[in-house]
Nanobody
Framework: QVQLVESGGGLAQAGGSLRLSCAAS????????MGWYRQAPGKEREFVAS????????NYADSVKGRFTISGNNDKSTVYLQMNSLKPEDTAIYYC???????????WGQGTQVTVSS
């Protein structure tokens, strides 16, 4: 059973920074890829960033490229999302995502609220 525990959300001013963390149990970087999605009020959940289990490949949504950085700590089975130059449109609930490589099955965290004020 995979369990994900997210932390690090909160309130920031435009131009500020926040760092999200997601600790995964039951799925390590050896058998899972990890990433982040977000859902703003009234909108569909959208992809933000992902990182392969080797940590050798990352992918970002165009809206966050150059501002957000995804990284992973294999020893701790933890993935991070460093968010810089935040904008009000980044306001959303951010969800950690883990995808088991062998099955393609997705696991989701409980979500953490990020609010950016102008």
């Amino acid at each position: 059973q995979v369990q994900l525990v997210e932390s690090g959300g909160g309130l920031a001013q435009a131009g500020g920074s926040l760092r999200l963390s997601c600790a995964a149990s039951g799925c390590t970087f050896g058998n899972c890829n990890m990433g982040w999605y977000r859902q703003a009020p009234g909108k569909e959940r959208e992809f933000v960033a992902s990182i392969t289990w080797r940590g050798d490949s990352t992918n970002y949504a165009d809206s966050v490229k150059g501002r957000f950085t995804i990284s992973g700590n294999n020893d701790k089975s933890t993935v991070y999302l460093q968010m810089n130059s935040l904008k009000p449109e980044d306001t959303a609930i951010y969800y950690c995502n883990v995808r088991r490589i062998s099955t393609g099955y997705d696991y989701w965290g409980q979500g953490t609220q990020v609010t950016v004020s102008s």
